[in-house]
């Protein structure tokens, strides 16, 4: 990576990858690379469980289809009150999940964004992001 002073240009390589703001002189002010998130893969997986399940028992049931996730993404990024809520319910749900993978020169990162569905109503959706 260059940092060129005079033009505040920020280079990898032969691509501009952003520029400081010389009016602030501020990191904050740096234009990101142009990156989009990709849809990597999607689907749907019907799961179920007893009314009056532990937090920690939906949350594993609901991650089956999220398998890069995994039980402790769920209740991140659901929140242990809102599976509580959906365990003191006899449940037979689908979970409809999207993956995407975002690339940069720098990082790759990837997105789950889902939803749980039952009787006609959604809950949802949810997002858990992380990096490789």
């Known amino acids: 990576m260059t940092y060129l002073e ?4 920020i280079f ?13 002189n501020s990191f904050a002010n740096i234009r990101k690379a142009k990156s989009d998130w990709v ?10 469980w007893k009314k ?5 028992e939906v949350a594993g049931l609901i991650a089956i289809p999220l398998a890069s996730l995994g039980v402790y993404g769920v209740i991140a990024a659901m929140g242990s009150y809102s599976i509580s809520v959906l365990a003191n319910k006899n449940f037979n749900a689908t979970v409809s999940y999207t993956l995407y993978k975002l690339n940069t020169n720098l990082i790759q990162s990837w997105k789950m964004e889902w939803k749980v569905i039952s009787g006609g109503t959604t809950y949802g959706p949810y997002t858990y992001v992380w990096t490789n």
């Open 6 to 9: 005079e033009t505040g240009e």
């Open 12 to 24: 990898l390589g032969d691509e501009v990858l952003g520029e400081v703001d010389k009016a602030g």
């Open 39 to 48: 849809k990597f893969s999607s689907g749907s997986q019907v799961v179920s």
């Open 52 to 56: 009056n399940a532990t937090v920690s």
